[in-house]
């Protein structure tokens, strides 16, 4: 999932972007609230990890703004503030969620999850189509009883296609989902990682819809 984070300290966004890479995360960093709305507005993200305290205003307000016109992306607002007040008031503003620095890496995207499973109307921590069962926490799934495991991008590649399962997914959509801004895209990167994952999950389980995208094949389990 692409994840657009807000954060100024340098150090600690650097940390932080870090950690979500290797919880099977593609975030995408600013460090400015200006910075923040424009990257908002141009859509693309599951979710925002914003910071409160931003040195051209506050992330809360950015947050209630962005309410007010209709946003309902998942936002869980990460700041230095942890009186109950404050949690409130973040709260209030519109936020899905709270965690207070410091924090640990593995609750963070265990939050993340948490609040983009429930944006798209999904109870269950895992997903099943076609016999595999996914497991977004461990990056990892079942079939056939046996366990298969992804690499980074095989893993976003899989998950943006369950997000939409049997529907078309566009190769620019998966291409964004498996890299960032700063990231140059292979010609080819794509087909490789469905390459790879045919040869996991079985030839026939990814669908090429020429001209067009990948969409899984067969029906939920």
């Known amino acids: 999932m692409r994840i657009l984070v807000v954060e100024d300290d340098a150090s600690l966004a650097d940390g932080l972007c870090a950690g979500l890479r290797l919880h099977g995360f593609l975030p995408e960093l600013v460090g400015t609230c200006a910075d923040a709305a424009e990257a908002w507005a141009q859509g693309g993200f599951s979710a ?4 409160v ?3 051209d205003g506050s992330g809360a307000d950015l947050l209630a703004a962005m309410r007010a016109r209709g946003d309902r ?5 990460l700041t230095a503030l942890d009186q109950v007040g404050d949690r409130i008031a973040g709260l209030d503003a519109g936020a899905d969620d ?3 620095k410091p924090f640990d890496l593995g609750e963070l995207g265990a939050r993340l999850r948490a609040i983009t499973r429930r944006a798209q109307g999904q109870a269950s921590p895992t997903i099943s189509w076609n016999g595999l069962e996914f497991d977004p926490a461990r990056m990892a799934g079942r079939i056939r009883d046996e366990d298969v495991h992804f690499s980074r991008r095989e893993f976003a590649l899989m998950q943006a296609l369950l997000e939409r399962p049997g529907a078309v997914v566009t190769k620019d959509r998966l291409e964004e989902r498996l890299y ?3 990231d140059g895209v292979e010609s080819n990167t794509v087909e490789v990682h469905v390459h ?3 040869a996991k999950l079985g030839a026939r389980y990814i669908e090429t819809v020429r001209g067009v995208g990948y969409r899984l094949s067969g029906g939920g389990s």
């Open 48 to 51: 925002v990890v914003l910071d």
């Open 180 to 182: 960032g801004w700063q």
């Open 98 to 100: 709270y965690l207070a």
């Open 196 to 198: 790879k994952l045919r």
């Open 53 to 55: 305290m931003l040195p």
């Open 73 to 77: 992306l998942p936002v869980l607002l």
